[in-house]
């Protein structure tokens, strides 16, 4: 048969034009993002669930803003915490290691002040060390300069609740040394629109979220219809799990949780805390986030205003999040077995890159990873000192970076403390499938140590503890922590 010239053109014609296609395709789907220099900014409301977040799904419109921001980002939904409370948190992500390396864990340790050694690198000097200025606004407690973190910024600002001398009399000391963003956001903005001439790192922080949820103003919101008499301006909370007890009220049986709160004249007392009440605090905390919602994203319109979004990489995130009655525990009480739920451990982490499209990512990651990934962003060499991974491979390429992620703390509670006098150690791993929590409470000097295992693809509420029927899988995954403790420790 006589070959057809044409035919034989079209053929070739049509492989070397599906050749073209896929090398383009393979070419795009692993080019890596330019490095010029952008701006980096970090914001954090600290005390965040990411299930009370309607970018997660929540049934509340809470984060209208955040959601809008998160459209153009890349969300992360499998984002985890590395303990419990925000001092070794936020530490842990400015170094990228985790608190058994770096063991700030408690504020203070019988009277003894901690402090960042000057020997661990954090983001901020290395950005320093690159060109950047660099400025902190944070609402002060566990951000405040004493330990080690925020006294490397160029500059920084810490805001309390109050001014001293116009502190109201219903409210505790402790709480009064949390700032708010209805006064930490302006001054950012303001910093920053002096700064947008210049390569910046901006690090914005705020404790609306934290207890008391009433403070700095009661958005009920959610829940007007309340008529109860519990005052919000106080933190309630437990430090052990708690049963509720049934009281005769009015003619009819009422369940409570006995809580413990924290008066201004410092002496801990209980008080009840029926359904409804706890119902009402869960809708003040949904009403703080919204209000936080529409002040920490100022951040994000000042950028758009200035011009300065399409150089600008934006880090979105929360240090833990808070308990609301799982197994009668309420909000952290120190790193104690069941503050290591999820309901604390997962939270919110939202990145925007101007030259990456937004999408939601379901593989684990944890906050020590959100440093290396800025560094790779930048075309920065990362420190070898940390223990995070670069995101940008799972981003741009797909690839899983986490097998496990982890958390793990020490809580030595200061003398003062009437409600938890014991030294304990908590420590979790957890894979897509399980989730192994072991803590320590030293009330004898050799310690008892307890587990609760978690399968998540069948009770991704951690309702149920399997350690009696899987024996095997506790052994193994204790066995991961023990070598991820030595490992994290190590200089």
């Known amino acids: 048969m006589k070959k057809n010239p044409f035919l034989y053109v079209i053929i070739v014609s049509f492989f070397v034009a599906m050749s073209f296609l896929i090398i383009l395709f ?62 070794p948190v936020g530490i842990s992500i400015f170094t990228s290691t985790y608190p058994f390396f770096h063991k700030i864990m408690n504020g203070k340790v019988y009277g003894n002040p901690l402090k960042l050694s000057r020997n661990i690198i954090t983001l901020v000097d290395i950005l320093k060390k690159h060109g950047y200025v660099t400025a902190a606004f944070t609402g002060g407690k566990h951000y405040a300069p004493r330990y080690g973190l925020i006294d490397r910024f160029d500059y920084s600002e810490v805001f309390r609740a109050y001014k001293k001398g116009e502190e109201p009399k219903n409210q505790q000391k402790l709480w009064i040394e949390y700032g708010y963003t209805k006064d930490v956001v302006p001054a950012a903005i303001n910093w920053l629109t002096k700064n947008k001439d210049k390569k910046f790192f901006l690090f914005v922080q705020a404790y609306d979220l934290h207890c008391p949820f009433a403070t700095p103003e009661r958005n009920a919101r959610f829940d007007h219809s309340y008529k109860g ?8 909370w437990t430090f052990e799990r708690t049963k509720p007890i049934t009281i005769t009220k009015n003619g009819e049986l009422t369940k409570y949780y006995t809580l413990k709160a924290y008066p201004f004249e410092n002496k801990y007392y209980g008080i009840n805390l029926s359904e409804r009440d706890i119902h009402h605090m869960i809708a003040l905390y949904d009403g703080e986030i919204y209000t936080a919602d529409k002040w920490i994203t100022r951040v994000i319109a000042t950028l758009d205003w200035l011009k300065l979004t399409e150089k600008t990489i934006v880090v979105f995130f929360s240090e833990h999040g808070d308990m609301f ?31 990456i499209k937004p999408e939601r990512i379901s593989e684990l990651v944890q906050l020590i990873d959100i440093a290396p990934t800025i560094l790779d962003f930048l075309g920065i060499p990362i420190d070898r000192q940390f223990r995070g991974k670069s995101l940008e491979p799972l981003i741009i390429e797909g690839k899983p970076i986490n097998k496990y992620v982890y958390a793990g703390s020490i809580f030595i509670p200061p003398r003062s403390n009437e409600l938890f006098k014991y030294p304990s150690k908590i420590m979790s791993i957890r894979d897509k499938k399980w989730k192994l929590i072991k803590e320590t409470v030293h009330k004898e000097e050799a310690g008892d140590t307890s587990f609760e295992l978690f399968d998540l693809e069948k009770d991704p509420d951690e309702l149920n503890n399997l350690v009696e029927d899987n024996k095997d899988i506790v052994e193994e995954y204790s066995l991961k922590l023990h070598e991820w403790q030595k490992s994290a420790e190590k200089k």
């Not at 970090?42 to 809470?62: A, C, P, V």
């Not at 008499?229 to 309630?236: A, L, Q």
Request: with cysteine; hydrophobic share 30%.
């Open 325 to 355: 009655g799982k197994y009668g525990r309420f909000m952290r009480g120190g790193p104690l077995r069941g503050t290591f739920y999820d309901d604390v451990l997962h939270i919110p982490l939202i990145i925007y890159h101007p030259e």
């Open 26 to 87: 393979l070419t795009q789907k692993n080019k890596k993002v330019q490095k010029p220099e952008y701006n980096v900014v970090f914001l954090s409301l600290t005390n965040l669930r990411s299930d009370h977040m309607s970018l997660y799904g929540y049934d509340r419109e809470t984060t209208r803003n955040i959601d809008e921001f998160g459209r153009k980002s890349i969300v992360f939904e499998n984002a985890f915490s590395h303990a419990s409370w925000t001092l």
């Open 229 to 236: 008499e519990i005052d919000f301006c106080r933190c309630y």
